[in-house]
C-alpha cells in the first residue's frame, strides 16, 4: 500500500499556510484558469474567478462552494483599465484583501507576419501585458499591508522559443518574462514575489482551437515526453509558487513544457 503520510502533511501545512488567504485567478472560467482555481481552492485560498464569461466562471465558484470551498465570481475584461479597477472594487468590499495573483488570461491567434493585423497586436498587448501589469498594481497595494504577496503571471514557450504565425502571442509572452522580472526585483523588499510560468503545449479549449494538426505534429515530434500536458500539470506548480514554500523564490520563470525547451536532436 502507497504511504500517503507525506502528501497529507504537506497538503495539510499548505492549507494551514493559505487560511485567510484570497487568490485572484483571471481567465478562470476554463482551461488552464479553472484548473488553477480548482487546485487553490482545494489548498486552502478563497478564490476569486475572474473572467468575461461570468456565467461560466460562476458556475465554478458555486461548483467549488458546494464542495466546502470559499470562492466568487467577478467580471474582468483584462484588456480594460475600468474593468479591473471595477474587479478590485468587488474584491475588496467582498474580502477586504487579496494575497495572491494569477495572471492567467490571454488571447492569441496565428497570422503570417508581413501581413500580421495591427489591431489583433495592438488587443494581444491590452490583454497578455498591459492587463497583467495593472492587475500587479492593484494587487499589490493589498500584498504589502501584509507583508506577504505572490504574483503568478502565465507566460509561454513562445516567449522563450519563436514559432511561425505567432508574432503578437510569442512578442508578448516575451514581454511577460521581462516583466516578471521587473515585479520581483521591485516588490522583493515588500514581501511579494513574482514569478512566471512557460506552459508548453497544453490540451485547453483556445489550443484545441488555435492548434492545426500540422502544428501537434510538430509540437509532438519536438516534446520529448511525445504528448501535450493537462492543465492540472500547470495548477501543480502554481500551487508550490503561491505557498509559503516558495518564499526565497522569484524573478524566476519555469518551463513546464515536457522538455520542450530543452530538447535539441532526439532521434540518432
Same mark, same amino acid.
Given at each position: 500500500?502507497?504511504?500517503?503520510?507525506n502528501?497529507?502533511?504537506?497538503k495539510a501545512?499548505?492549507?494551514?499556510n493559505?487560511?485567510?488567504?484570497?487568490?485572484?485567478?483571471?481567465?478562470?472560467?476554463? %482551461? *488552464?484558469? =479553472?484548473?488553477?482555481?480548482k487546485?487553490?481552492?482545494?489548498?486552502?485560498? $478563497?478564490? #476569486?474567478? /475572474?473572467?468575461?464569461?461570468?456565467?461560466?466562471?460562476?458556475s465554478l465558484?458555486?461548483?467549488?462552494?458546494?464542495?466546502?470551498?470559499?470562492?466568487?465570481?467577478?467580471?474582468?475584461?483584462?484588456?480594460?483599465?475600468?474593468?479591473i479597477?471595477?474587479a478590485f472594487?468587488?474584491?475588496?468590499?467582498?474580502?477586504?484583501?487579496?494575497?495572491?495573483?494569477?495572471n492567467?488570461?490571454?488571447?492569441?491567434?496565428?497570422?503570417?507576419?508581413?501581413?500580421?493585423p495591427?489591431?489583433h497586436?495592438?488587443?494581444?498587448?491590452d490583454?497578455n501585458?498591459t492587463?497583467?501589469?495593472?492587475?500587479a498594481?492593484?494587487?499589490?497595494?493589498h500584498?504589502?499591508?501584509?507583508?506577504w504577496?505572490?504574483?503568478?503571471?502565465?507566460?509561454?514557450?513562445? %516567449? *522563450?522559443? =519563436?514559432?511561425?504565425g505567432?508574432?503578437?502571442?510569442?512578442?508578448?509572452? $516575451?514581454? #511577460?518574462? /521581462?516583466?516578471?522580472?521587473?515585479?520581483a526585483?521591485e516588490?522583493?523588499?515588500q514581501?511579494?514575489?513574482a514569478?512566471?510560468?512557460a506552459?508548453?503545449?497544453?490540451?485547453?479549449?483556445?489550443?484545441?482551437?488555435l492548434?492545426?494538426?500540422t502544428?501537434?505534429?510538430?509540437?509532438?515530434?519536438?516534446?520529448?515526453?511525445?504528448?501535450?500536458?493537462a492543465?492540472e500539470?500547470?495548477a501543480?506548480?502554481?500551487?508550490?509558487?503561491?505557498?509559503d514554500d516558495?518564499?526565497?523564490?522569484?524573478g524566476q520563470?519555469?518551463?513546464?513544457?515536457?522538455?520542450?525547451?530543452?530538447?535539441?536532436?532526439?532521434?540518432?
Open positions: 500500500m502507497r504511504d500517503t503520510t502528501t497529507e502533511v504537506s501545512r499548505r492549507v494551514a493559505s487560511n485567510g488567504r484570497v487568490a485572484l485567478v483571471t481567465g478562470a472560467a476554463m %482551461g *488552464i484558469g =479553472a484548473a488553477i482555481a487546485r487553490l481552492a482545494a489548498d486552502g485560498f $478563497s478564490v #476569486v474567478l /475572474g473572467d468575461l464569461n461570468l456565467d461560466a466562471a460562476e465558484a458555486q461548483e467549488l462552494c458546494a464542495q466546502g470551498h470559499t470562492a466568487i465570481a467577478v467580471t474582468l475584461d483584462v484588456g480594460s483599465d475600468a474593468s479597477h471595477a472594487e468587488q474584491i475588496v468590499a467582498h474580502f477586504a484583501r487579496c494575497d495572491v495573483l494569477v492567467n488570461a490571454g488571447i492569441a491567434k496565428t497570422y503570417p507576419f508581413e501581413s500580421y495591427l489591431a497586436w495592438r488587443a494581444v498587448m490583454v501585458v492587463g497583467p501589469m495593472l492587475l498594481q492593484q494587487a499589490v497595494q500584498m504589502k499591508k501584509q507583508s504577496g505572490r504574483v503568478i503571471n502565465i507566460a509561454s514557450v513562445a %516567449g *522563450i522559443r =519563436a514559432s511561425a505567432r508574432t503578437a502571442y510569442g512578442t508578448s509572452k $516575451s514581454a #511577460v518574462i /521581462g516583466l516578471t522580472r521587473q515585479m526585483i516588490l522583493a523588499a514581501g511579494v514575489t514569478n512566471a510560468i506552459p508548453g503545449p497544453i490540451e485547453t479549449p483556445m489550443v484545441a482551437t492548434h492545426s494538426d502544428t501537434r505534429d510538430n509540437f509532438l515530434k519536438q516534446v520529448p515526453m511525445k504528448r501535450y500536458g492543465p500539470e500547470i501543480g506548480v502554481v500551487s508550490f509558487l503561491a505557498s516558495a518564499s526565497y523564490v522569484t520563470t519555469l518551463a513546464v513544457d515536457g522538455g520542450f525547451i530543452a530538447a535539441g536532436v532526439l532521434e540518432i
